[in-house]
């Protein structure tokens, strides 16, 4: 009777439609496992491929005597909805947010998801660490992992792509500078670099200042400044949390070249991530298209130069730094009917085993040779897996710095109104000073209200 009113929930909250009419895809069973225990698993196929999935389940089955039967699909909501909404739900699903289907969103919304904050403090099957030992700090209490805000973890933290403020190591050496843990220490050394002719900051275009946005929101509030503020929440923006976060906006926008609004918004842009190659900028904030896009020039570059990678600081020594990242998701549905045998296969994923398998496996379209997939888990030690920008770029948690994910929530369009010309251009005219740091605070007072009159529910 629950899986059938959860089922009509769900369709009254809009998360069901109609399925296309394809053919569920499966892998072969693997032989009858000692425990007699059969799960589901659902998994949506993404560019990584489906070897990989395959693998891991066959692996779990290998290690714990449960079998899986696997259902992935490029769509895999149209293989799950109906049956949900009749009650037949999978035991686990992997199925990140950001969807145009909005499924993982809806069911979080409609309470739909099994907590897993036991999952946390399993011991990995096969192993004698728990997942949240394994785990990278920060990563199971994002908004993406517990939308609710209240200390549970409802959705499990899966692949990822890091984000951080770049620079030069080699400068950084020379000149016996430290890498600032604190905005206090930042400031200092914004000095320091002001005096040799440097400036501290710089950033490609407004958007790619989202990732800092977003990190910065967790460096000031964590997790529930982060919810409050990207929904627009009534109030939110004269909070103590956010004054601070405009009074760092406000002083980064000072100590940011000035060149750097020039180039921002026009084709350009790559010129401004040339003033870090340069030795004219000292961070600038991006994800691996910023070494990818430069390896010409460093390699011409030769021993004066060599990327490395930071969190945000933190607001005061020993605080909590914080560096942004898009990341995977997988839950449990609270209809599934197997749900211990759900939790040790979440608690699998984060094994060497299943993190290997993730990483490597993958075939090759064109040569049809297996090659690496760079479908990387947020646990501890993976970046010495990797190799080359893959291992800089993992390496940002190395050092205790939790992960920032989430993103503004959706409204209907506003005639003139999105989130980038609101949040994010502005950062141009604040560094050109032709835009003050109260009228930047106003014009986001003003759209917030009515982006939250706004919101899709």
């Known amino acids: 009777m629950a899986k059938r009113i959860l089922g009509l929930v769900l369709a009254a909250a809009g998360v069901l439609g109609l399925l296309s009419g394809c053919c569920r895809e499966e892998t072969d069973k693997p032989a009858a496992p000692s425990t007699g225990v059969t799960i589901e698993v659902a998994a949506v196929q993404t560019e990584y491929g489906k070897e990989m999935w395959e693998a891991v389940c066959e692996a779990f089955t290998r290690e714990t005597g449960i ?166 929440a009534e109030g939110i923006w004269d909070s103590p949390e956010a004054k601070k976060m405009f009074e760092i906006i406000d002083k980064l926008s000072d100590y940011t070249h000035k060149d750097t609004p020039k180039k921002a918004g026009s084709k350009e842009y790559e010129d401004n991530q040339m003033l870090v190659l340069q030795n004219k900028a000292l961070f600038i904030p991006g994800g691996s298209w910023i070494v990818g896009e430069t390896a010409g020039q460093v390699s011409a570059l030769g021993h004066d130069f060599a990327w490395g990678i930071t969190a945000l600081p933190a607001l005061t020594k020993g605080g909590d730094r914080y560096a942004y990242c898009w990341m995977e998701q997988t839950w449990i549905p609270i209809g599934a009917e197997k749900k211990d045998a759900a939790e040790k296969f979440v608690a699998f994923l984060y094994s060497d085993v299943a993190c290997s398998i993730f990483a490597n496996t993958q075939t090759d379209l064109q040569s049809g040779n297996p090659r690496p997939s760079g479908a990387i888990q947020p646990v501890l030690g993976m970046e010495n897996q990797l190799e080359g920008n893959q291992k800089l770029l993992y390496s940002v948690y190395s050092d205790g710095a939790k992960a920032a994910a989430g993103y503004f929530a959706d409204f209907y369009p506003i005639d003139g109104i999105t989130t980038a010309n609101v949040f994010l251009q502005p950062i141009d005219a604040l560094t050109e000073g032709t835009l003050t740091i109260d009228e930047y605070i106003s014009n986001i007072k003003t759209a917030a209200d009515l982006m939250r009159e706004n919101l899709k529910n």
Not at 139 to 155: C, H, L, R, S
């Open 67 to 232: 079998a899986v039967e696997l259902t992935i699909n490029k769509s895999i909501e149209d293989f799950i909805t109906e049956p949900m909404q009749n009650g037949d739900h999978p035991d686990v699903v992997h199925l990140g947010t950001g969807r145009l289907a909005g499924l993982t969103e809806n069911l979080a919304r409609v309470k739909g998801l099994h907590e897993l904050t036991n999952v946390m403090s399993m011991t990995v099957p096969g192993e004698n660490k728990k997942v949240s030992e394994k785990l990278a700090a920060g990563f199971a209490a994002t908004v993406q992992t517990n939308p609710y805000t209240d200390g549970k973890t409802y959705m499990a933290p899966m692949f990822y792509t890091p984000s951080g403020l770049f620079y030069n190591e080699k400068l950084f050496h020379q000149k016996g500078w430290s890498v600032p843990e604190t905005w206090e220490e930042m400031w200092a050394l914004g000095e320091k670099a002001k005096a040799e002719g440097i400036s501290l900051f710089t950033y490609r275009t407004p958007g790619d200042y989202e990732t800092f946005l977003y990190a910065l929101m967790y460096c000031v509030g964590g997790a529930d400044f982060f919810s409050k503020a990207t929904n627009f």
